[in-house]
């Protein structure tokens, strides 16, 4: 979600005490800092209520920017790169990948480029509970 506030604060959400380095590296780690530049005043910028619009993939890699700054035991992707096009998801699937690599991940999604990443896929649908390797 973005809430109320400037481009920075919604990134640093997690971490309201990070500088501004930290939060430029996550940006860019989310692959969102060439598209903050160009906002009018950059990390500034507001955005919510009378603030600035951001598109769907934006604000997507926004919440992944977010996700830099944790070191959880289980990440869930929920969906998190459906907005995104094919080789921005990969680069930030790379980077969010290696950056909790000691974090159980659970990704849900319908891109089969995202579950061919997982170690482990289960496959929902009518049809009883399949489970499988990724490829």
Not at 20 to 29: K, Y
Not at 40 to 67: F, H, I, M, N, W
Request: charged share 25%.
């Amino acid at each position: 979600d973005i809430f109320t506030g400037s481009v920075a604060e919604n990134i640093a959400l997690p971490k309201p005490d990070a500088g501004r380095e930290e939060i430029a590296m996550a940006a860019t780690l989310a692959g969102l800092a060439d598209d903050i530049a160009g906002l009018p005043d950059g990390y500034d910028t507001r955005l919510g209520q009378d603030g600035v619009e951001l598109s769907a993939g934006q604000k997507q890699r926004l919440g992944l920017a977010r996700a830099m700054f944790f070191t959880p035991d289980v990440l869930i992707l929920d969906e998190s790169t459906s907005a995104l096009d094919p080789a921005t998801e990969r680069r930030v699937l790379d980077t969010l990948l290696q950056r909790h690599a000691g974090a159980a991940v659970l990704a849900i999604t319908h891109r089969d480029s995202v579950a061919a990443r997982m170690d482990r896929i289960l496959r929902l649908d009518d049809e009883p509970v399949v489970e499988g390797q990724a490829a």
